[in-house]
């Protein structure tokens, strides 16, 4: 009698990793509890904005209070509606519909420190964004449509309009020092902006098209500097204030000016001030700080304080409300550690590993699962929480032109939504993967709280530089996500934390917390790996 | 007598608790050490030098916390709690022997967090701005102001503990249990911290356990903080105690 080998009758059961998320996800909706705590992630990350919300205070009373117009500088309302700062001394004539004005800018340097705390360092003599240049502007009122071209304290030349614009020059003649041609065309309502050293060979920066630009629009030579400040000790302490910045400008020539006009010069600010002859140029004077225009020999010595950018509110009301959507983050966070550690509890991890004996798919499966989870529970909590939050904000004060009303399907409005929900899909892995690291929930959820959560105090306390580098590198960076203030570039500010202001742009932020996530998922399939269950 | 020893025991036998006392410590020492390190005081400025030398206790109560709630719920999760109140019939016992264990437990870790926290402030402080130049006294424990600072952050981590302790009695499972606590400690402060609410913030600098309980390592500038240093403190027994009742509520009243 030949043996004949075995096979079982039974067929072998399929071993794909959709069976495994399909296990997974069914032990995760069969557990009652866990399926009351994701409700629970919805209904907090929707409940805590809008608490948090209705108890802002109106946007008035926070200036008064906060001085949210910073700086000393005031708002004007943009061409585009939003608000902007526009302040600078202005040397000026009108320009026809097609015509150029160029001027060789001989010295740029700033002036005037503001007085400081004793020990302070002072401010870099020219402020790195202070202005001196050419400008083509629609009228001399504040927020009026404008294009550009000049050097600045350290970013080379440049050219800006509209406010919200801004190009670079050529960096090679980029040093203020070195003498600098500056050239404005205007033909209808496009302008182009020129650089040069010699006067010769003329390179193009760029060319705007400004809607609207009337016929008699204002051509010539301006000067501002932006307000300084340096943080001091820590949390929300700061020092500076307004500076000036001076330069001399020669060799001005206008082309398509009304003939036997001269030159005048205005200093934005206060538009309505007399006129006075000083040194045989017009002068609208200010009364405040010192500006002022000399005029010898064919060249203007132009001194100016000030700025012609966007307007940035130091305060992110949605930011601030979104904070509370760190309720329901908690909650995330254990109900990653939980998803795993309560197998350890009841030892149905030997069950599992049992069944799928490659430990790293089910730890993987596992993180999708409860990803996905948090994911839809916190998208639906701050979806309902949007909306709302943005109304009650408006219905406070918090409009325009300062503060901008967000559709939820605007470009901001869907980042903050989704990146809320991001974050919580972010958290709860790394909960899960201090769980399977720590097989305890409470060191898995104090430890990820420790990683996430707890930057955002320390952040409030420390000075800020090191508040900055920690909410660059820990998980926490992932809230930038949730910023409604939009930052440009060319805008000096002090990115606080205590003005829920974050250093990484949103979706870097969130690259830090996926990497952290990552990495965690990855040490926690190792040691899975490496133990006994 | 008998059932604090048994606690002691049991405490005693788990590698976690040595690591978590050892992390009261470290990371209290660290984040002061580096808080000390990392500011500035540049001519005048408003900062208080034995909170910042005490910063750490904010990361530390963590570890706290952790232990506190692992010395109730690891019981819970092993089915371990039955035959403690076999041995212990009288509950009322057993929730004080843990709390009474917890308590030198915290009170020996937390002194030399603190006393650790304090050494780096005292070292590296003046070299920030924060010295006799400035009007900021070195820091010292002959120091009025300064030993109820210290004196007081060894406190404030034990009423911390005794409100996991309290927290974890009531609700029995860790994750939930330590979410609460840390979601009480460490959230409300943050609200406070950026509220565009000037109502909200006043209520909970005053009311919060973390932000309550720290103003006893106020030093300076008492007069004008929202909350006095030893009111602070009893806002934080308050919160301790009520937690404690919550937990001993439930355990009387529940099967465990």
């Known amino acids: 009698m030949t043996a004949t080998s075995y096979a079982s009758a039974v067929k072998p059961g399929r071993d794909g990793f959709g069976s495994l998320l399909r296990a997974e996800w069914t032990k995760f909706r069969t557990v009652r509890g866990w399926l009351i705590a994701a409700l629970a992630v919805a209904g907090l990350t929707a409940v805590g904005p809008i608490w948090l919300a209705g108890t802002a205070i109106n946007s008035t009373e926070l200036c008064t209070r906060y001085q949210c117009e910073v700086q000393g500088q005031a708002v004007a309302t943009g061409p585009s509606g939003a608000a902007v700062t526009d302040q600078f001394t202005f040397v000026h004539q009108p320009i026809a519909a097609s015509g150029s004005i160029t001027v060789r800018v001989t010295s740029f340097h700033g002036s005037s420190v503001p007085s400081l705390p004793p020990g302070l360092h002072p401010a870099p003599t020219t ?10 502007t629609a009228s001399t009122t504040p927020g009026s449509a404008y294009a550009a071209v000049m050097l600045t304290g350290g970013h080379g030349v440049r050219m800006q309009y509209d406010y919200t614009h801004d190009l670079a020059g050529n960096e090679l003649v980029s040093a203020p020092a070195e003498i600098q041609w500056l050239r404005l065309t205007r033909s209808g309502n496009t302008i182009t902006g020129y650089e ?77 001030a007399s006129l006075q002859p000083v040194h045989g140029i017009k002068v609208r004077r200010r009364s405040a700080s010192g500006d002022s225009v000399t005029q010898t020999a064919g060249s203007f010595t132009v001194t100016g304080s000030g700025d012609i950018a966007p307007f940035e509110p130091l305060v992110d009301p949605v930011r601030f409300a979104f904070i509370g959507t760190l309720f329901g983050l908690i909650t995330v966070i254990a109900l990653g550690a939980v998803f795993i550690t309560a197998e350890y509890r009841r030892a149905l991890i030997r069950t599992t590993v049992a069944a799928s004996p490659r430990r790293g798919r089910i730890l993987l499966a596992k993180a999708i699962v409860v990803a996905a989870v948090t994911f839809v529970a916190a998208l639906i909590g701050a979806a309902i929480a949007f909306p709302v939050v ?11 032109p300062v503060w901008h ?48 959560i707890v930057p955002l105090i320390l952040a409030q306390l420390l000075p800020l530089s090191p508040a900055q580098w920690l ?20 805008v000096s500010y002090i990115c606080a934390p205590y003005h829920e202001c974050y250093p990484l742009a949103p979706w870097t932020g969130f690259a830090v917390l996926t ?19 | 007598m008998g059932a604090v020893h048994a606690e002691w ?12 006392a050892l992390a009261i410590v470290a990371l209290t020492v660290l984040v002061s050490g580096i808080t000390s390190d990392v500011v500035r005081c540049p001519g005048s400025c408003s900062a208080d030098p034995a909170r910042l030398s005490l910063a750490g206790v904010m990361l530390g109560q963590a570890a706290v916390i952790g232990l506190a709630v692992l010395l109730v719920t690891a019981e819970y999760s092993t089915g371990m709690m039955k035959v403690t109140l076999t041995a212990t019939p009288r509950r009322e016992a057993v929730l004080a022997a843990k709390s009474a ?30 010295d006799v130049a400035h009007h900021f006294a070195t820091l010292s424990l002959l120091h009025g102001a300064t030993v109820r600072a210290a004196a007081g952050s060894v406190l404030y981590l034990v009423l911390v503990g005794l409100l996991s302790l309290g927290a974890a009695t009531a609700l029995r499972d860790s994750a939930a249990a330590t979410a609460v606590v840390l979601g009480l400690v460490y959230v409300l402060p943050l609200i406070g911290d950026v509220t565009l609410s000037p109502v909200w913030q006043h209520r909970i600098e005053r009311w919060t356990p973390m932000d309550a309980g720290l103003a006893i390592q106020a030093t300076r500038n008492l007069s004008r903080l929202p909350i006095g240093p030893w009111p602070g403190l009893g806002v934080l027994a308050v919160w301790a105690a009520a937690a404690m009742l919550a937990g001993w509520l439930v355990l009387r009243l529940r099967d465990a």
């Open chain 1, 127 to 136: 402020e790195p964004w202070a202005k001196a240049g050419l400008i083509i």
């Open chain 1, 405 to 452: 009303v967000l559709a939820l399907t605007s470009g901001t409005g869907l980042r903050i939504v989704l990146g809320t929900a991001a974050i919580a899909a972010g958290a709860a892995v790394l909960g899960l993967a201090a769980g399977a690291a720590f097989r305890r929930s409470a060191a898995a959820v104090t430890a990820v709280i420790g990683g996430v």
């Open chain 1, 390 to 400: 943005e109304h009650k904000l408006y219905d406070q004060g918090w409009k325009p």
């Open chain 2, 101 to 130: 264990v917890l308590t030198a437990v915290v009170l020996v870790a937390g002194t030399v967090a603190v006393a650790g926290s304090l050494l780096a402030g005292r070292l590296l402080l003046p070299g920030n701005g924060f």
């Open chain 1, 471 to 490: 909410l660059r590198i820990t998980p926490a960076a992932a809230f930038s996500l949730q910023a409604s203030v939009q930052r440009y570039p060319q």
């Open chain 1, 196 to 272: 040069s050293v010699n006067a010769r060979q003329w390179t193009t920066i760029g060319t705007a098209v400004l809607a609207g630009l009337p016929p008699a629009a204002q051509a010539g030579m301006f000067v501002t500097s932006p307000a300084f400040s340096e943080p001091i000790g820590s949390g929300d302490d700061t020092a500076g204030g307004p500076t000036r910045a001076t330069a001399t400008f020669s060799q001005l020539s206008l082309r398509g000016g009304v003939p036997g006009r001269s030159w005048i010069a205005t200093g934005l600010r206060e538009a309505t």
């Open chain 1, 515 to 533: 990497a952290w996530a990552v990495v965690a998922l990855f040490g926690a399939v190792y040691l899975l790996r490496r133990r006994d269950v």
């Open chain 2, 9 to 20: 025991t049991k405490l005693r036998t788990v590698a976690s608790s040595g690591w978590l």
